[in-house]
């Protein structure tokens, strides 16, 4: 088959897309340093398993609470049940990092949550009312009420897209709902969720400021410790690089077990949900059941930084605080929109060419999601400054190292994961034959992206929007190190305070990032509900 | 699609290029996140008229970012808050020498790099506080790092988390001092006397003493100063009050003594406004903007510590090993925190 | 419109056996072909290279004394003026009737919207014009599908199954419809179908396939007139469907 502008355009994007990956795991072909053997005597065991823990957790925790969530709101209804809807995804404007200082705030022996228990039951000081949060279960917890949203979303369109009858004829057979629940609604919808669980897998392997507050040693931890304290960058992109191979091996292991999986029912007619309404007591449940992860994952962090931020940093709004947001917004969409027409076209090429070689390829820029930030930012960096050096090096005024473009690069990379699974679940949803009759019809190529997928994939493009809007306004390592000279964003105000762990100065920004977070979450969210195929077609 | 490529093509030119040469301006790299520090470079421009370009951001990013742009890069000051960074960049090859006989004048030779690549602005003391109820002054009458590894603190102390580099600083000091094998026996027991598991900031380990959940904790100088400021509300405050500040080792070599510090950078393309800015940094006016700010002590003689922290004292004796090589050992301080078991 | 000449046509996929095997037919303009077999038989497979979505193995297409498939060329499916009505009917959902109809079309908008009108009038589904997809029924999805088919005026139709979902009374009246559509523009068509009734009252020429091969062809009347033995096999490939 002849080369066309639809199998070239894509590998070649792809190609300065991964150079920054390729770059972390081309440390693996270096020389190994004395520190391994200090590393696998000492520590390495005690980081994976940590980070072992910290991943089964969290895991369960979101399967529970995304999965949960989202068949509730889609099977029955109830009290605030329309808030709910659009509401369980507000913890996505909350950075782990963030509701790790919020806890830490609340729970520590002399946190104001215990402090509060203590003045109300008139208690001693030494008791405690909370158990400890620093440790790895309370680390499952951050983790998990900070991320169940990718689940919760994922499960969510899902749910909708399932064939009604398939569940009806399940009733018929003589299960109950919650047999109906386990055994046929959530195998049939597996693949969507073990996409949105890599997500949650690989956000948290990469996380560094949680853990590190709560003095956890996990494996991402180790690589900073490495870094900084041994002074030997090289070790840790190789900590990195394996990293690295863990999450391609998730990501085999996903392709592998879904490689038979035609789960996409998109010509079944859509028929209204009936919701069944609940009362009583069972409302009570349905509304706790949708309330504690909002409460938990947003409204308590809120109302602490607000409480913070009000007590000792006000004058952090003022006319410096508006650039910086708009500096934080205009780069969070101008990332969110190249990193969702990245995603197309290459999903477009994969689809349209069958091109194998670019699936593989493309699941293996998702890996980008699960690099540390910084590390990431390091490859970028690498990258960046050996275009300037051999190809701009003669162009006065263009640097390519410390510019917007550098930041939006690295941001897109961290971000692919999250923009390839909403786009890759979009086009699952879309039946092949339209493709067929559209060529018939004389469209291809170009046409058929403008005119048939991109007005069907319009709810997941938004919705990959939204997902990366959400972590560039939240995402910081990378953004330190790679923006230009006087360029602040909100996460870097946050992140100079809460490294030194000064909480109370970092609680403005924190609050900003939430609010600057949340208007892009409640615009999109308004988008895909209009857009929603269900509402129409 | 053409417009769409055009779009492309021109938002990618702009985004890479970058402001026009301002031509009286410094670049600065810096690891020092207060935001006093803006308003101390604000002064600087108002006097001199050239403009400060800062990148803030981890010490070590920003050295790896240094080391990545090579011989193009536009920094011309690298700022942090520890001596083992700066010895780093010194040995990489990076930095080059200030030159600069008011430097040279103000900051002591312990206090800056061999060839005078790079100096302090700034001191800070890992200290002590104690909770004068449960621990008698006699008790901590000439108590040094060294001796709290004896039994009797069995359960009493608190101190933050290996990966901190205050701490990687203090023992790599002492390594300097009692070589490898010494300094790891002295680690063991040290940690053996742990009130609890290392959690938490400076800040959190002097709250534990004034909670009554340690009795004695291991800090940097002048968080006293900024809690008891008030900045970091009325409860940090109060609690400052409950608290002690102990200067360690003033039997022996003295507390330990780390910088915040300037280096001038190799490629520096503004290297006279760079010096410029550093001598600035050591005048009368920047030294006592940073100590009434951030309540480190100062380097230049002559200038008051801040009241809040001066009330503890300012004439301690000083360790005078070098802080250079706080970098030298560090690697080595950190694999030996890991075989003791601190966390 | 178009003739069809399929020569010595052969597909198999990498690793598995072959799906069809020495295929040889040919189709004057204005014909209607009836493709019959068994599911699996490989019959969907064909139609899917004559519309140049799948590249045989061996073998050539000919539209109108033109290779537009064989060893050394192959037009694209967007250029060989087919038209296609798939068996999940596969309308775009964001599009109203009427749009998917004028969808191929490649005229002035005031035209384009007279000959898709012109059509739906045809399939009795006007009403509907400004309808979603799915706020129609089964039968009507299934004529709006083969009327966007039509739309361009294209050289050959395919029809996979197209009634295949329908219930009885719905398919027999839109089979007779349909004929007389097909016959009054003059279409060359091919209808690939599992059902015996759909090939005899809709075409001209009827070709039986089982396990990738022609087993047997003739015009319709023919194979309603055909011996004992060969029915008895016709029908138990039928009915093993």
């Known amino acids: 088959m002849n080369f066309s502008l639809w199998q070239i355009t894509p590998v070649t994007l792809f190609l300065i897309f991964i150079a920054p990956v390729a770059i972390v795991l081309f440390s693996l072909t270096g020389d190994y340093s004395e520190n391994w053997s200090h590393l696998y005597n000492y520590v390495l065991i005690g980081y994976i398993k940590n980070s072992f823990y910290l991943i089964l957790g969290v895991s369960l925790t979101v399967l529970i609470l995304g999965v949960g969530t989202a068949w509730i709101i889609t099977n029955y209804d109830f009290s605030f049940k329309n808030f709910f809807e659009w509401a369980l995804i507000l913890p996505l404007a909350v950075p782990p990092y963030i509701l790790a200082y919020t806890f830490t705030g609340l729970f520590d022996t002399f946190g104001t949550a215990n402090n ?17 949060v620093r440790n790895v279960p309370g680390a499952i917890i951050v983790f998990s009420f900070t991320l169940y949203p990718y689940v ?12 009604r009858s398939i569940i ?5 057979l003589g299960l109950n709902k919650l047999e109906v629940f386990y055994k046929l609604a959530v195998p049939m919808i597996r693949p969507a969720i073990i996409g949105g669980l890599m997500l949650v897998v690989m956000e948290t392997i990469s996380d560094f400021g949680a853990v590190d507050h709560f003095a956890i040693s996990t494996f991402t931890t180790g690589i900073f410790r490495t870094w900084y304290g041994m002074y030997d960058i090289e070790t840790a992109m190789q900590l990195a690089s394996l990293l690295l191979l863990f999450a391609i091996t998730l990501i085999i292991i996903e392709r592998y077990s879904r490689r038979n999986a035609s789960y996409s029912n998109a010509m079944s007619l859509y028929k209204p949900l009936s919701h069944e309404k609940l009362r009583g007591f069972k409302n009570f449940l349905a509304f706790s059941a949708c309330f504690i992860p909002i409460f938990i994952g947003f409204i308590l962090p809120v109302v602490e930084l607000t409480y913070w931020a009000l007590n000792y940093k006000l004058d952090f709004f003022n006319e410096k605080f508006i650039s910086t947001a708009w500096n934080t917004f205009y780069l969070a969409i101008i990332a969110a929109f190249f990193c969702s027409v990245l995603a197309v076209l290459i999903n477009f090429s994969i689809r349209y060419k069958s091109n194998n070689y670019l699936k593989f390829m493309s699941s293996f820029l998702t890996v980008g999601y699960a690099v540390p930030g910084l590390i990431l930012a390091i490859g970028v960096m690498q990258m960046l400054t050996f275009i300037d050096k051999s190809f701009v090096s003669n162009i006065p005024n263009i640097v390519f190292t410390g510019s917007i473009f550098g930041l939006v690069l690295a941001y ?10 909403t786009i890759d679940a979009g086009y699952q949803r879309i039946n092949e034959r339209i493709d067929d009759v559209a060529r018939t019809l004389k469209t291809s190529g170009w046409s058929l992206l403008s005119q048939v997928h991109l007005p069907l994939l319009k709810t997941s493009f938004l919705t990959s929007m939204l997902l990366v809007v959400s972590e560039v306004i939240k995402e910081l390592p990378a953004t330190l190190i790679l923006r230009p000279f006087n360029f602040d964003t909100l996460a870097v105000y946050t992140y100079v305070y809460a490294a030194e762990e000064r909480m109370y100065d970092a609680a403005a920004p924190s609050i900003a990032i939430v609010m600057v977070g949340l208007i892009p979450i409640i615009i999109l969210t308004r988008m895909i509900r209009r857009s929603r195929p269900a509402s129409r077609y | 699609m053409k417009l769409f490529t055009e779009i492309f093509v021109v938002l990618i030119i702009t985004f890479v290029t970058v402001g026009s040469a301002f031509a009286k301006e410094v670049n600065l790299y810096t690891s020092r996140h207060y935001d006093s520090d803006d308003a101390l470079y604000q002064k600087f421009t108002d006097k001199t008229g050239i403009k400060v370009n800062v990148i803030s951001g981890k010490g070590k990013a920003l050295m790896e970012r240094l080391a990545s742009e090579g011989t193009s890069s536009p920094a011309d000051v690298f700022i942090t808050v520890d001596a083992g960074n700066l010895w780093k960049v010194q040995k990489d090859g990076m930095f080059q020498s200030i030159n600069s006989s008011m430097v040279d004048n103000i900051v002591p030779a312990n206090l800056r790099g061999p060839n005078n690549e790079w100096v302090g602005i700034a001191k800070r003391s890992r200290v002590m506080y104690y909770n004068p109820v449960t621990v008698s002054s006699d008790e901590m009458e000439g108590l040094s790092y060294e001796d709290l590894s004896d039994p009797k603190w069995k359960g009493r102390v608190a101190i933050r988390s290996s990966g901190n580099m205050y701490n990687q600083s203090l023992v790599s000091s002492l390594i300097a001092n009692h070589g490898v094998d010494a300094t790891e026996a002295w680690a063991k027991d040290f940690v053996g006397n742990l009130a609890r598991k290392p959690e938490g900031n400076d800040r959190a380990q002097i709250m534990a003493v004034a909670n009554g959940e340690a009795d004695i904790a291991v800090a940097n100088s002048y968080y006293i100063g900024l809690m008891l400021s008030g900045k970091k509300g009325e409860e940090q405050q109060s609690a400052a009050t409950k608290v002690e500040l102990h200067f360690p080792g003033q039997n022996g070599r003295g507390a330990h003594i780390n910088v915040s510090g300037a280096g001038l950078l190799k490629n520096a393309p503004n290297k006279g406004n760079a010096v410029k800015f550093i001598e600035f940094l050591l005048t009368d006016e920047a030294q006592s903007h940073i100590v009434n700010n951030t309540y480190e002590f100062p380097m230049r003689e002559g200038v008051a510590p801040s009241d809040l922290i001066a009330q503890f004292g300012s004439g301690f004796k000083e360790d005078q090993t070098a802080v250079a090589s706080y970098g030298e050992f560090n690697p080595e301080a950190v694999k030996l925190m890991d075989r003791a078991g601190w966390q | 419109m178009a003739s069809l000449e399929v020569k010595d046509l052969s597909h198999s996929y990498i690793r598995g056996k072959s799906v069809l095997k020495e295929i040889n037919f040919s189709l004057e303009a204005g014909e209607i072909l009836s493709i019959l077999g068994p599911s699996g038989c490989g019959k969907t497979t064909l139609l899917r290279i004559i519309a140049g979505l799948e590249k045989e193995t061996s073998g050539s297409v000919n539209i109108d004394d033109h290779i537009i498939s064989d060893h050394l060329h192959t037009v694209l499916t967007e250029n060989r003026n087919i038209g296609l009505v798939v068996q999940e009917r596969a309308l775009f959902p964001h599009l109203t009737i009427i749009n998917n109809v004028m969808f191929g079309i490649k005229e002035t908008k005031s035209k384009k919207y007279e000959i898709a009108m012109r059509l739906l009038k045809l399939f009795k589904v006007d009403k509907y014009a400004y309808n979603f997809p799915n706020e129609i029924s089964s039968g009507e999805q299934q004529r709006v599908a083969i009327a966007r088919a039509m739309a361009p005026n294209p050289g050959i139709l395919l029809m996979d199954e197209p009634f295949g979902t329908l219930d009885q009374s719905l398919t027999h009246q839109l089979r007779t419809e349909t004929r007389k559509i097909l016959k009054d523009n003059n279409t060359t068509a091919i209808i690939v179908s599992h059902d015996f009734d759909d090939a005899i ?16 062809s003739g015009s319709a009347k023919d194979i309603t007139h055909i011996s004992p033995e060969k029915s008895v096999k016709l029908g138990s490939i039928i009915s093993n469907s």
């Open chain 1, 116 to 132: 509060l228990i203590r003045e109300i039951f008139d208690l001693s000081r030494d008791f405690t009312f909370f158990p400890k």
């Open chain 1, 152 to 163: 919760y979303l994922v499960s969510r369109m899902a749910f909708i897209n399932q064939s």
């Open chain 1, 168 to 172: 009806e004829a399940g009733r018929t």
């Open chain 1, 412 to 421: 897109i990379i961290k971000s692919y994961a999250l923009s390839n699974s």
């Open chain 3, 201 to 216: 009252s809709m075409s001209d020429k009827v070709i039986v396939i089982d396990d990738g091969q022609i087993v047997q």
